[in-house]
């Protein structure tokens, strides 16, 4: 498992990685030599190892030649969300202590806003162009040596929270070593698991600042293989990448899924897929008609795991176990599934609980002991928050999420379960079901429906869609309203932020 430094000492010329939509390709050497710069100006500023700095920018090239320079100079580097507004990319820098701050100039009106908020950064760069204020992070790092620094040493990303539930939080997990040639951690679990090597063609089609696509196209270089990096997903341009580089692995979300599912039959048969080895999803629960779906157009190359970026445990499930346990996201790869009831107690097979994974990663919440605590029980297992259960066999199936329970009278529904359903329904795009006050029952199901076409946003449509819920799950899991709106705020993690949407009904004002 060699460092891309060592890959680029024995094929220089090999792409590294390529970016999909403008075909800029970097070699393995350019990775090198580039990134060695940016350590170079990074300890050319006083910034040790240990030392914090922050990066915004959508998918571009600068994108890993940073994060491998931080990975070779031990600096902890977080991804910030492109979505993010100035006070909230604010409250990470500040959290974080970042001492600099890299902005993309497609992203300049937020950049140029951290120049006022971010009172404790002392350096301000930008890639793809320059505001005033910023420094040209090619510019000056291309004044630096090509070589490597003196004090190399392993630097990590420190991840923040979606914030779907509250305040973002940093998620740090130790970096394996010191030596920057330690092994990629992922490399011996998950990166074994699916065959990834250096004759892999690995298909990137999410946001690089989101954990897994981050980490697996770092697992990626650093065995050896090539990324194919989309500037944004779009689902007929993830197909034809797939042909275009006989891609053999790629990662993605369930929504992805079916906004491929969902283009014109002729326009799907117009690609061919065959050279996908593996096709991994996570993120979120994928409906089981979705992947049903997959499973008989793509074959059983369709791979899910279960995972947090608090590195507490995973799961994993391949196509033909997932057939025998439909629904399931797999048994335990690392770390041990308990599944818990509010007192603590362990509860038994098919009980729908917590889950919590014991001898798993170690993590903290950074600067937030308080919260780091709350994840952790007394016998030392940790939660992210998700509900599930185990069936006799060990396999793991995902429920929801704890804060997304509906309680109606009495009985949780989760929500999860009316969203799988409501997907599949020809006419809706996207849907997000969550708990609106009820005088009776405390609360009641509401389903806010993105349309496929928005002139089905009629009346007609909503009673449609409550009858055929009604007719697939008891009465009471069943909205009992649907709005519908033209966009969800569905982040390109694949995630829904249903929070703010919950909190406008709840306030009144959906």
Same mark, same amino acid.
């Given at each position: ?12 010329? @090999? ?44 998918? !571009? ?33 500040? !959290? ?15 950049? @140029? ?5 971010? *009172? ?10 320059? @505001? ?87 697992? !990626? ?10 500037? @944004?997903? *779009? ?82 499930? *391949? ?139 009629? *009346? ?51």
């Amino acid at each position: 498992m060699p460092h891309p430094s060592v890959t680029a000492q024995e094929t220089p010329h @090999k792409p590294a990685f390529i970016m999909a939509e403008s075909g800029e390709m970097v070699t393995y050497r350019q990775l090198d030599e580039r990134s060695n710069q940016g350590a170079q100006l990074l300890r050319s500023l006083g910034i040790k190892s240990g030392d914090h700095i922050a990066v915004m920018m959508e998918n !571009n090239r600068q994108y890993l030649e940073i994060a491998w320079a931080c990975q070779r100079s031990g600096v902890i580097y977080t991804p910030i969300s492109t979505h993010l507004l100035a006070a909230e990319t604010a409250y990470i820098l500040d !959290n974080c202590e970042a001492r600099a701050f890299i902005g993309s100039y497609k992203l300049a009106e937020v950049a @140029k806003a951290m120049l006022e908020h971010a *009172d404790g950064v002392e350096h301000f760069f930008m890639v793809g162009g320059v @505001k005033e204020g910023f420094e040209s992070w090619e510019e000056t790092s291309a004044m630096q040596p090509e070589t490597p620094i003196e004090d190399e040493v392993y630097g990590i990303a420190m991840m923040y929270s979606s914030g779907t539930t509250g305040q973002p939080k940093g998620v740090f997990v130790p970096p394996p070593g010191e030596d920057v040639h330690t092994p990629n951690p992922l490399a011996g679990s998950l990166g074994a698991a699916f065959g990834f090597s250096p004759e892999t063609v690995y298909l990137s089609p999410a946001p690089l600042y989101h954990a897994a696509p981050h980490h697996y196209n770092m697992m !990626n270089l650093y065995l050896g293989g090539t990324s194919i990096i989309m500037e @944004k997903f *779009d689902a007929e341009s993830a197909l034809r990448l797939i042909e275009e580089h006989n891609c053999t692995h790629s990662q993605w979300v369930p929504i992805m899924f079916i906004r491929m599912l969902k283009l014109p039959e002729e326009v799907r048969k117009r690609y061919d897929v065959s050279s996908m080895q593996v096709a991994v999803h996570a993120a979120a629960p994928c409906p089981v008609e979705v992947k049903e779906q997959m499973i008989e157009w793509w074959g059983e190359v369709i791979v899910e795991y279960y995972a947090a970026s608090e590195g507490i445990g995973i799961t994993i499930i *391949d196509a033909a176990d997932w057939l025998a346990h439909k629904g399931s996201v797999g048994r335990a790869l690392i770390g041990e599934i308990h599944i818990v009831d509010d007192e603590g107690n362990e509860l038994p097979t098919g009980e729908i609980g917590t889950i919590f994974f014991g001898n798993g990663g170690r993590f903290e919440y950074h600067k937030e002991p308080g919260k780091t605590s709350e994840a952790h029980d007394e016998r030392g297992w940790a939660t992210t928050g998700d509900v599930g259960y185990v069936d006799e066999e060990g396999y793991l199936y995902l429920t929801d999420r704890k804060n997304f329970m509906i309680i109606s009278g009495g009985v949780n529904i989760y929500p999860q379960e009316i969203e799988n359903l409501l997907i599949t329904h020809p006419q809706v795009a996207d849907v997000a079901v969550f708990g609106v006050p009820h005088e009776e029952f405390g609360e009641e199901v509401k389903a806010v429906v993105e349309p496929q076409n928005w002139a089905d946003a009629t *009346d007609e449509v909503a009673l449609e869609l409550i009858e055929w819920c009604r007719e697939r799950l008891s009465h009471i899991k069943a909205p009992r309203s649907v709005d519908f709106k033209e966009k969800l705020p569905r982040m390109d993690n694949g995630k829904l932020y249903k929070r703010h949407l919950a909190d406008e009904y709840r306030d009144g004002e959906g």
